[in-house]
């Protein structure tokens, strides 16, 4: 059983359009981070939230921590050919990272 | 600077054979994690160190998986014998303290394929 479900599973768009992905869970986290992975190359992180409601922008990309801290989304605005990879949301549970829960991950194509 | 180094990048073995994975994670590093990828479970952790010493290795899956960290600038995952099971990515990563603001640096992956 996943703790954090991710959606859709597979997203296809064209460059300039909007999108959002969603990572859920029943359980409560204290800390959730959100990945980019693209073929061939290891998870980067792209950014950590820790505090319920908390929204982050980077560039076109915006991350919500939902109030409760058991939902997170990630929107970008008008995506590029670049953006394309796979998205993976990971939450911590207490203060360390050690147990580290990810999600399965998005797949977005972004077509030219 | 170097990131955090794997091999092999690619391995094709038949099962029953043992199987080592390399990891050399970044220096000054003081945690070292074990994940695994595969398409129906997404990133597993298997087996993280602090300090060269393991800490949690209740994802090792089974006995037939075992990890050393002899130092602080190498690790090993061993699978011994592989099966066809095993078959997926492995990723080592580092990390320079505990802490909910830390960024884990993923190493490129080892994949396995055990026929």
């Known amino acids: 059983t996943q703790l954090l479900e991710q959606s859709p599973q597979f997203l296809s768009i064209q460059e300039g359009e909007n999108l959002t992905v969603y990572c859920n869970s029943s359980s409560v986290f204290s800390s959730l981070q959100w990945y980019r992975q693209e073929p061939g190359e290891g998870p980067v992180l792209l950014v950590t939230?820790?505090?319920?409601?908390e929204v982050k922008k980077l560039k076109r990309l915006t991350f919500q921590f939902g109030d409760a801290r058991k939902d997170s989304s990630l929107h970008i605005t008008a995506a590029q050919t670049g953006d394309t990879g796979l998205y993976l949301c990971?939450?911590?549970?207490?203060?360390?990272?050690?147990?580290?829960?990810f999600g399965r991950g998005t797949q977005l194509t972004v077509w030219p | 600077d170097a990131g955090v180094i794997q091999s092999p990048r690619h391995e094709v073995t038949e099962m029953g054979q043992e199987v080592t994975l390399r990891c050399k994670p970044i220096s000054g590093h003081d945690y070292l994690f074990w994940y695994r990828q595969t398409m129906m479970r997404g990133l597993e952790l298997l087996i993280y160190f602090n300090n060269n010493v393991p800490i949690d290795d209740s994802g090792m899956p089974e006995d037939r998986f075992s990890a050393k960290m002899p130092n602080a600038s190498f690790s090993t995952l061993k699978i011994q014998p592989s099966e066809p099971r095993d078959s997926a990515v492995y990723f080592c990563?580092?990390?320079?303290?505990?802490?909910?603001?830390?960024?884990?640096?993923f190493g490129e992956g080892s994949w396995l394929t055990v026929v």
């Open positions: 939230v820790v505090t319920g409601g």
């Open positions: 990971a939450g911590g549970r207490g203060s360390t990272l050690g147990r580290l829960y």
């Open positions: 990563a580092s990390s320079p303290n505990f802490g909910q603001y830390n960024t884990i640096y």
